[in-house]
């Protein structure tokens, strides 16, 4: 059966880091590409990071310099450090793998991430 359960999220102010996890079970994670979405209500799901199998890293323009995301693949889990946060940084976060435009898993619970001014 295939899990994905996202945590470490929280409040921060303004500033303030935190290091999301994913942790995956019953998938190929080794040979996937992993990303970290967001999202907020009302408003579209939104691609933050990717890491490749050999760990090349995307992210979108608002966080890059700021967000790191990584891999263990021997504990098959993914990681977002979140530095340097600002308040629009609130949201849900989802990680997944995509194929195209379809993802290979159902989304996980997700992990709340509020910053605060």
């Known amino acids: 059966q295939v899990r994905l359960v996202e945590s470490g999220g929280g409040a921060r102010q303004a500033g303030g880091s935190l290091r999301l996890s994913c942790a995956t079970s019953g998938t190929l994670f080794n040979i996937r590409t992993w990303d970290w979405y967001r999202q907020t209500p009302g408003k579209q799901r939104e691609l933050v990071a990717s890491i490749n199998r050999g760990g090349s890293a995307n992210y979108v323009d608002s966080v890059r310099g700021r967000f790191t995301i990584s891999r263990d693949n021997a504990k098959n889990t993914v990681y977002l450090q979140m530095n340097s946060l600002k308040p629009e940084d609130t949201a849900v976060y989802y990680c997944?793998?995509?194929?195209?435009?379809?993802?290979?898993?159902?989304w996980g619970p997700g992990t709340q991430v509020t910053v605060s001014t």
């Open positions: 997944n793998s995509y194929y195209g435009d379809s993802r290979r898993y159902d």
